[in-house]
């Protein structure tokens, strides 16, 4: 009788290990493939409880929540130059994230998070040129 409980219990602790938080890498660089200043990838499509690692590849770099570009709730971040940083996700929706030493040069990633779309005039206010145009082009797949 002990063993027909224990069974389950085994094959539900295994189960839940599956269903375990993705971490992605996201590198800081001058130079890459989508040209100039740039973090690859630009676009990250992570869940709930995923962390992200950005990586100041190259120096000169930082990663830190666009103001105004995150959902409603999300913990504001903001890395040091230089400096790796990890952010976990725990707020579903979409974000922007910058590298402020060249946010004018459209230094810029966007994260979405979870099953979601791109919120009404969420790329409405100020923002340098180089960065909308960034944003614009990584947001139109989600």
Same mark, same amino acid.
């Given at each position: 009788m002990l063993?027909?409980?224990?069974?389950?219990?085994?094959?539900?602790?295994?189960?839940?290990?599956?269903a375990q938080a993705e971490e992605h890498v996201v590198l800081m660089l001058n130079r890459g493939e989508a040209g100039t200043m740039v973090f690859?990838?630009?676009?990250?499509?992570?869940?709930?409880?995923?962390?992200?690692?950005?990586?100041?590849?190259?120096?000169?770099?930082?990663? @830190?929540?666009? @103001?105004?570009?995150?959902? @409603?709730?999300?913990?504001?971040?903001?890395?040091?130059?230089?400096? @790796?940083?990890?952010?976990?996700?725990?707020?579903?929706?979409v974000y922007g994230v910058m590298c402020r030493p060249h946010f004018a040069m459209g230094m810029v990633m966007s994260i979405a998070v979870g099953d979601v779309e791109i919120p009404e005039g969420f790329l409405e206010g100020r923002l340098p040129r180089n960065a909308r145009t960034r944003l614009e082009e990584q947001l139109s797949n989600l």
């Open positions: 063993r027909k409980l224990i069974a389950p219990v085994v094959l539900m602790t295994a189960l839940a290990g599956v690859e990838p630009g676009f990250v499509h992570a869940q709930v409880g995923d962390t992200i690692r950005f990586v100041p590849t190259d120096r000169g770099h930082n990663a @830190e929540l666009i @103001e105004g570009l995150a959902p @409603e709730g999300a913990a504001p971040f903001a890395g040091r130059i230089n400096e @790796e940083i990890v952010v976990t996700l725990d707020t579903e929706g």
